[in-house]
C-alpha cells in the first residue's frame, strides 16, 4: 500500500530519527515503503537525486505501480533544490497538490507527491512559512497559538529538543511551571487549549502529552532551534 502522508500517525521512534537528521541542518527527503517502514534520505553531499522504480535510481520506490522507473529528479541549483519531472512519468509529479510543468523550487516541508507515494522535503534551517499561509505535510494548516500556549508547547518539547538526550516522556506539568515561572493549574489549562487545537482531545489521558509532543514536531508548530 501506498502512502501519500508519510509523517501520518508516525510513531515516536521515527520522530526522534527525524529530529536527529534535523539537527544536522541539511536538508532530507522522508517517505514510506508500501509496507510501511518510514525512510530518511539526507541530501547532504549529493547534487542530483532520481526517484523511480529499479536499481537506476536514487531513490528507489517499489510496489507503487503508478511510479515510473524515472519518474523525477532532484537537483541542487545556486544552493536551493529543485524538483523536476521533464515527461520523465507517466503519471505526473505534484508537489503540494501542484502538477509539475516545469522545474520547481522545493520549500522546507514541500510534499512531493509521485505515483500514490508522497516524500516529504525538509530543510531545517530555512524559515517556515507563515501558519496562515502553508498546509504542512500536506495535512491540515498549524493552528494559531497565543504567546503563552506556544511557550508551554516548547517546554513540553524539550527534552526531545536542543541535543539532549530523549526522555521517555514529553516535560511534566511541574516541570513546565517552574520553567516558565507559572502554577501548575495554569499549565494545565493552557494544555488543554492544546490538546483540543491540535486535535488530541479524544485520546486517552495518558496518550494526550505524547501525541501533542509528536504533532508539533512533525508538523511544525516546534523545532529543534526552539530548544
Not at 501506498?2 to 532530507?28: C, I, M, Y
Not at 519518474?71 to 508537489?95: I, K, M, P, Q, Y
Not at 502553508?134 to 497565543?146: I, Q, V
Request: hydrophobic share 40%; charged share 25%; glycine share 10%.
Amino acid at each position: 500500500m501506498a502512502h501519500r502522508v508519510p509523517t501520518l500517525n508516525q510513531s515516536a521512534v521515527e520522530l526522534k530519527r527525524q529530529v536527529e537528521v534535523e539537527r544536522d541542518g541539511e536538508p532530507f527527503l522522508v517517505y514510506r515503503e508500501p509496507a510501511g517502514e518510514q525512510r530518511v534520505v539526507p541530501l547532504t553531499g549529493r547534487s542530483r537525486l532520481v526517484i523511480g522504480r529499479g536499481d537506476a535510481v536514487d531513490l528507489p520506490i517499489e510496489g507503487d505501480e503508478m511510479v515510473s522507473r524515472l519518474h523525477a529528479e532532484l537537483e541542487r541549483v545556486g544552493g536551493a533544490w529543485v524538483v523536476t519531472d521533464d515527461g520523465l512519468s507517466s503519471n505526473g509529479t505534484f508537489v503540494d497538490g501542484e502538477q509539475l510543468q516545469t522545474r520547481h523550487r522545493l520549500h522546507d516541508r514541500d510534499l512531493i507527491l509521485v505515483g500514490e507515494t508522497g516524500i516529504l522535503y525538509r530543510d531545517p534551517v530555512a524559515t517556515p512559512a507563515p501558519a496562515a499561509t502553508r498546509t504542512p505535510s500536506g495535512g491540515p494548516a498549524l493552528p494559531t497559538l497565543g504567546d503563552v500556549q506556544r511557550k508551554v508547547l516548547i517546554e513540553l518539547c524539550r527534552p526531545l529538543l536542543g541535543g539532549r538526550s530523549y526522555a521517555a516522556t514529553p516535560a511534566s506539568n511541574q516541570t513546565i511551571a517552574e520553567a516558565l515561572f507559572m502554577s501548575v493549574g495554569a499549565v494545565k489549562a493552557n494544555l488543554r487549549a492544546l490538546f483540543e487545537k491540535f486535535g488530541v482531545d479524544d485520546l486517552p489521558q495518558n496518550e494526550k502529552r505524547a501525541a501533542l509532543a509528536e504533532q508539533a514536531l512533525s508538523r511544525g508548530a516546534v523545532h529543534p532551534g526552539d530548544g
